[in-house]
């Protein structure tokens, strides 16, 4: 018999996971967890609870007994209301038989995609700070991470001329997420145009991430998918936990061509079979009736977003006005510590969780994420600890 020893030393790790860093969210999170009375402005989580109409319908079907399996595409009447949704909301038709998916989250539909469509040595695009796990999907689906850097001058908005400069031969599919986590960016219907004709000119497909585009308070913009010659191109993901306040549920969708949706399912029915159904009925409720409670809660987003970027420029850490989601990207370059520093130092003396900038990419250095769907009162004494950490400096 082998002892340990020997049995530990093999390499049993693959090569292209050893690679794969661990979320710069969940490491720097692992220190906050270390440290008692925190006010954290870290997790992107809603501080709403889910409406109670969209929890009674969960309760609802457990008490009908609705504890089956349901079909690898999901509950059929809640894919015609998510289609329905899609349809109003974003001016893209899509038929529900075959052209949705509903999946374990968001993050479940971006895996799906990036493991249906990329061979290997396949490159995606991808703008940068953005959400940790663009990168690390690409790679894990044996692709190449291809990173455009965005800029705090240009509202952190992605640069088509700069996408395009980006393409090679090896160039398969472009990531977009707009609004954006970690910067609350959006993109104008001119730059979203550009992008299209970038696509269509390279024959690439389109993930577009909406999964914050509920929350967009100012001047919002059609999806890239509605756009001349991107139906057919485009992976539209989206799902419930940020405009609805469901990340417990674990339900999002992918809507898109057939040929994808089906590469899609197949996956998803060997790993994951279906989503909860009890999930899959709150998710159909919602789309229902929790638009009144959608808006409510965006409207408080709104007046947080304005304390929060007043605080964050009068204390001296330059914030830009985000036009989507719920996180400030505040500058703290000047006060000369890198972001990492930054933050630790903040959780250390003044007990404020905010995230640092690198864990959404290098061009985040410089840069704390902040999250306002914490409450106001919690934004009101964060802010009050920050002024009081930078004027210790």
């Given at each position: 018999m082998k002892d340990s020893k020997s049995v530990r030393s093999k390499n049993r790790v693959a090569e292209h996971i050893k690679t794969v860093p661990k979320s710069g969210i969940r490491?720097?999170?692992?220190?906050?967890?270390?440290?008692k009375g925190v006010v954290s402005l870290g997790i992107g989580e809603p501080d709403f609870v889910t409406p109670w109409r969209i929890r009674e319908a969960a309760i609802y079907s457990m008490e009908k007994g609705q504890t089956s399996y349901t079909s690898n595409l999901g509950l059929l009447s809640l894919r015609k209301n998510i289609c329905n949704y899609v349809a109003v909301n974003y001016g893209v038709n899509y038929r529900p038989e075959n052209e949705c998916i509903v999946t374990v989250g968001v993050s479940e539909a971006l895996d799906l995609i990036m493991r249906a469509v990329i061979n290997p040595g396949d490159e995606v695009i991808y703008h940068e700070p953005c959400y940790?796990?663009?990168?690390?999907?690409?790679t894990m689906a044996h692709g190449v991470p291809v990173a455009v850097e965005t800029h705090e001058e240009d509202g952190f908005a992605l640069d088509p001329d700069e996408l395009e400069k980006k393409i090679t031969p090896k160039t398969k599919m472009i990531v977009l997420?707009?609004?954006?986590?970690?910067?609350?960016?959006?993109?104008?219907?001119?730059?979203?145009?550009?992008?299209?004709?970038?696509?269509?000119k390279h024959d690439l497909l389109v993930i577009s991430d909406e999964i914050y585009s509920e929350l967009t308070y100012e001047n919002a913009t059609a999806s890239i998918a509605s756009l001349p010659g991107m139906r057919d191109r485009t992976i539209f993901l989206h799902g419930f936990s940020k405009a609805f306040a469901m990340t417990g549920f674990r339900i999002g969708y992918a809507c898109g061509p057939?040929?994808?949706i089906d590469a899609m399912m197949k996956i998803h029915q060997y790993s994951m079979l279906c989503a909860a159904i009890t999930a899959q009925r709150a998710a159909e409720e919602a789309l229902i009736s929790g638009t009144p409670d959608m808006e409510r809660m965006k409207e408080e987003y709104r007046q947080r977003r304005n304390v929060i970027v007043k605080r964050m420029n009068e204390i001296g850490l330059p914030c830009m006005m985000p036009k989507g989601a719920f996180y400030v990207f505040p500058r703290i370059r000047d006060t000369g510590m890198k972001s990492m520093e930054f933050a630790t130092r903040l959780l250390n003396e003044q007990k404020v969780a905010v995230v640092p900038g690198t864990a959404f990419g290098p061009c985040g250095e410089g840069y704390v994420r902040c999250s306002y769907a914490s409450s106001m009162d919690e934004i009101i004494e964060a802010t009050d600890k920050i002024e009081?950490?930078?004027?210790?400096?």
């Amino acid at each position: 018999m082998k002892d340990s020893k020997s049995v530990r030393s093999k390499n049993r790790v693959a090569e292209h996971i050893k690679t794969v860093p661990k979320s710069g969210i969940r490491d720097f999170f692992e220190l906050v967890n270390g440290v008692k009375g925190v006010v954290s402005l870290g997790i992107g989580e809603p501080d709403f609870v889910t409406p109670w109409r969209i929890r009674e319908a969960a309760i609802y079907s457990m008490e009908k007994g609705q504890t089956s399996y349901t079909s690898n595409l999901g509950l059929l009447s809640l894919r015609k209301n998510i289609c329905n949704y899609v349809a109003v909301n974003y001016g893209v038709n899509y038929r529900p038989e075959n052209e949705c998916i509903v999946t374990v989250g968001v993050s479940e539909a971006l895996d799906l995609i990036m493991r249906a469509v990329i061979n290997p040595g396949d490159e995606v695009i991808y703008h940068e700070p953005c959400y940790v796990s663009y990168k690390a999907e690409i790679t894990m689906a044996h692709g190449v991470p291809v990173a455009v850097e965005t800029h705090e001058e240009d509202g952190f908005a992605l640069d088509p001329d700069e996408l395009e400069k980006k393409i090679t031969p090896k160039t398969k599919m472009i990531v977009l997420n707009f609004p954006c986590n970690p910067t609350g960016a959006t993109l104008t219907l001119e730059q979203k145009q550009r992008i299209a004709e970038i696509a269509v000119k390279h024959d690439l497909l389109v993930i577009s991430d909406e999964i914050y585009s509920e929350l967009t308070y100012e001047n919002a913009t059609a999806s890239i998918a509605s756009l001349p010659g991107m139906r057919d191109r485009t992976i539209f993901l989206h799902g419930f936990s940020k405009a609805f306040a469901m990340t417990g549920f674990r339900i999002g969708y992918a809507c898109g061509p057939e040929d994808l949706i089906d590469a899609m399912m197949k996956i998803h029915q060997y790993s994951m079979l279906c989503a909860a159904i009890t999930a899959q009925r709150a998710a159909e409720e919602a789309l229902i009736s929790g638009t009144p409670d959608m808006e409510r809660m965006k409207e408080e987003y709104r007046q947080r977003r304005n304390v929060i970027v007043k605080r964050m420029n009068e204390i001296g850490l330059p914030c830009m006005m985000p036009k989507g989601a719920f996180y400030v990207f505040p500058r703290i370059r000047d006060t000369g510590m890198k972001s990492m520093e930054f933050a630790t130092r903040l959780l250390n003396e003044q007990k404020v969780a905010v995230v640092p900038g690198t864990a959404f990419g290098p061009c985040g250095e410089g840069y704390v994420r902040c999250s306002y769907a914490s409450s106001m009162d919690e934004i009101i004494e964060a802010t009050d600890k920050i002024e009081k950490f930078i004027k210790s400096l």
